[in-house]
């Protein structure tokens, strides 16, 4: 399949794989993703609930699979389950934490050691199609496809191009406590981190690149640590749309409900798309 992207022959001035693979094994890094538990907001939730149903005990595969956050939500859909990562670090905190589930070290862009039309549901969580350059997405999206069974359903998130995060600037950000000893515990790691996010922004803005529709962006995640890609709705649907994929909802960060035609996005960080691959006709 041939895919002719507006940005196909664009490259970040930086290497986006060099650069977030380096943060994704950071010990800490991976500490922090051992920790999280559950979803990561209401449109999560609500796309694997509108797919749950008709998944369920059909092979999962769980893609960018972290340190196994996603796997405690899929493996009661399935058991036959896979879970990747393109680092090596996260698939080894994976087996640690789930001995008798089944991950591999893989990356979405080459999925060839997966059999064609096997997947009843691909998940690419968290964003994490937006690592990996943006010439590299047709690979991604090209590989889910070719896995994926007539009628298999793909579950993906991205982040939103002209939502409040391209903006994102090192500032010295505190949750607030009533109880003062937290309030100051967290104030002195805030202050202690502060220094690491700036030296990161300063770093990376090399790699920034901003167009109407999509962008390359540091992103504030782990210490301003990343530079990922982020897609205009319309875009994120053109690119799904001209894979072969039938969108079938989309929800926000923000609510747990599908979008409406032309409602503000300015407000979602990024959204959550639900796709199908079309039955044979």
């Not at 797919?51 to 960018?64: C, F, N, S, T």
Request: aromatic share 10%.
């Amino acid at each position: 399949m041939s895919i002719a992207y507006p940005w196909a022959a664009v490259a970040a001035p930086l290497d986006l794989d060099l650069i977030n693979r380096a943060t994704w094994q950071r010990p800490d890094t991976v500490a922090v993703y051992r920790r999280m538990r559950g979803w990561t907001d209401p449109g999560e939730e609500a796309s694997i609930e509108w797919v749950a149903d008709r998944a369920r005990a059909a092979p999962v595969l769980d893609i960018g699979v972290g340190a196994g956050r996603t796997t405690a939500l899929l493996l009661p859909l399935s058991t036959d389950y896979l879970g990747i990562d393109y680092t090596a670090e996260m698939v080894e905190a994976c087996r640690r934490t789930y001995p008798n589930a089944r991950f591999e070290h893989l990356d979405a862009r080459n999925l060839t050691s997966l059999p064609a039309g096997h997947f009843g549901l691909v998940v690419f969580s968290y964003n994490g199609i937006d690592s990996m350059a943006p010439q590299d997405r047709r690979l991604v999206l090209a590989e889910v496809y070719r896995v994926l069974r007539p009628g298999g359903l793909f579950v993906m998130s991205a982040h939103n191009r002209h939502g409040p995060g391209p903006g994102e600037k090192p500032r010295l950000d505190v949750p607030w406590s009533s109880n003062p000893l937290r309030f100051g515990w967290r104030l002195m790691r805030a202050v202690a981190a502060l220094p690491r996010a700036v030296h990161n922004h300063l770093r990376l803005r090399e790699a920034n690149e901003v167009h109407e529709d999509w962008a390359v962006m540091n992103c504030g995640a782990h210490g301003f640590g990343l530079v990922v890609v982020y897609t205009s709705l319309q875009e994120q649907l053109r690119q799904l749309n001209e894979t072969g994929f039938d969108v079938e909802s989309v929800f926000d960060d923000r609510r747990g409900r599908p979008m409406e035609e032309g409602e503000d996005t300015s407000a979602a960080w990024w959204f959550h798309y639900v796709a199908r691959k079309p039955t044979l006709r």
